[in-house]
């Protein structure tokens, strides 16, 4: 890292260091963001009703696997707190085992969890209690996705041990490149073109699995080459027991928080799939809730800015310049949301039109916008404060957070809303709405407590 940037980091504007550590984040959470964006759109296109049985196929497999990819978190949270108190620290060496560690631990599990989701695809299906046609397209976006896990994981901990190191332009160089690939290869595989078999939701898999492999391979040279400051050897691979202890300490809350939502989620999925006219429902939800992530992707990179500011302010014992990152950042991220939110309110239902031309999915959409989109700014506040324990390595208050808003409220709220006081649709958006406000309130008054002030790493650190 350029000592330019890390000065910026430990002594420069707040609220200029975070948008520096975070638009790279932003670019790369919006080329992220493109493969569900392009491939619900060209899905969309398919003739009706293959494309809106596609489209909620789609939306039914992600949850499922956000849950399983979701351990990965846990280690990359780990490897934030850890990499950016060690370079704030001033110690490279021990920043560097501490990477090597975090990328060994995350690909063990990523092939474990892409073989026995590869295996179990069509039992987790059944569990849904899905329509026949978008179960079959379901289970086989699910078994193909499998496959490529483990490059998945690989990127995703190669963005999180350069972020925490202060590198965020180089991950996003990198989902740049793989992005352009599934652009390009997305309507050739879903639509058969150049000779290629008409694959439908299968070819859309097949583009993303091809593309992440790419991206994985670029962050194994990126790393192991030394070329972004960071440098991941064989040696550091080899597991040494009190790293993968204290990795394993800092990262199972966050997995468990983690996995934990996304497993909510999953639960979620299910209490909107009996909602009347289930595919019109799902497709809503699913184009819906992508346009809203559109949002949350300033959100998600000013996130990285206060986890990485925070860290690095910590481990170099800076802990107003800790605090300061956090109070702005807190405040930013909830103002970006409700300008976001007044923006989309009044254009909600052309931004559905340019997904699909299904009247009723239109129409589903637009009420799902217009009821949630009252939550949608504290959860600005959810994350600030979620950043804060992440950079600190104090993920235990992030898990009770992440699990209370899902567990206590949102499902609970949305079912209560939605079937026992008979709002239908209605009511389970406004339960999920109102579960980003409670969440907000339970995360300040955690925040409150101070915990995220204290690092994780200490002074004398055990032999290797």
């Known amino acids: 890292m350029a000592q330019a940037l890390k000065n910026d980091i430990l002594e420069g504007p707040i609220i200029k260091t975070l948008f520096v550590l975070g638009w790279p984040i932003m670019v790369t959470n919006l080329l992220h963001t493109m493969y569900n964006l392009v491939d619900t759109f060209w899905l969309g296109k398919l003739v009706p009703p293959e494309g809106t049985f596609a489209v909620a196929a789609l939306q039914i497999s992600w949850p499922i696997i956000f849950l399983l990819i979701s351990l990965a978190f846990g280690f ?6 850890l990499i950016s108190q060690y370079t704030g620290a001033g110690d490279s060496r021990e920043a560097n085992k501490s990477a090597g560690q975090v990328l060994f631990i995350s690909i063990i599990m990523g092939a474990c969890i892409g073989i026995a989701g590869f295996l179990f695809s069509s039992q987790i299906v059944e569990l849904l209690g899905l329509e026949k046609d978008i179960a079959i397209l379901a289970t086989k976006y699910l078994r193909i996705i499998f496959i490529g896990i483990p490059f998945m994981f690989t990127s995703f901990i190669f963005g999180f041990i350069l972020r925490a ?24 595989l879903i639509f058969g073109l150049g000779g290629f078999p008409h694959m439908g939701v299968v070819g859309a898999g097949v583009a993303t699995i091809f593309s992440q492999s790419v991206s994985s391979t670029i962050a194994l040279y990126i790393l192991f080459s030394g070329r972004a400051g960071i440098k991941v050897s064989i040696p550091s691979l080899k597991p040494v027991k009190w790293r993968i202890i204290q990795i394993l300490r800092i990262g199972v809350p966050a997995s468990v928080g983690q996995s934990g939502t996304a497993f909510g989620f999953v639960i979620l999925m299910y209490i909107i799939a009996r909602l009347p006219n289930q595919s019109a429902v799902l497709a809503a939800y699913g184009i819906g809730d992508r346009i809203i992530n559109l949002m949350f992707i300033a959100i998600n990179g000013l996130g990285v800015g206060v986890s990485t500011t925070l860290g690095q302010s910590l481990g170099a014992n800076r802990i107003q310049r800790a605090e300061e990152a956090a109070r702005k950042g807190m405040v930013l991220m909830f103002f ?33 916008i217009k009821v949630f989109v009252f939550g949608v700014p504290f959860f600005g506040v959810f994350s600030a404060v979620n950043a804060c324990f992440m950079g600190s390595g104090h993920n235990v208050p992030s898990m009770i957070i992440e699990l209370s808003r899902l567990w206590g409220m949102r499902i609970p709220f949305a079912y209560i809303f939605g079937f026992v006081v008979g709002w239908s649709a209605s009511g389970v958006w406004f339960g999920m709405g109102l579960s980003n406000v409670l969440g907000a309130v339970l995360a300040l008054a955690l925040f409150r407590t101070g915990m995220w002030k204290e690092k994780v790493i200490k002074k004398d650190t055990a032999p290797s």
């Open 165 to 188: 190191y202060g590198d965020t332009v180089t991950p996003m160089k990198v989902e740049g490149a793989t992005v352009l690939l599934n652009l390009i290869l997305d309507p050739v």
């Open 76 to 81: 990359g949270s780990a490897g934030v707190a």
């Open 336 to 368: 970006i949301l409700v300008v976001g939110s007044c923006i989309l309110f009044p254009l909600r239902r052309v931004a559905i039109q340019v997904f699909i031309n299904d009247p009723q999915v239109i129409a589903a959409g637009d009420t799902f």
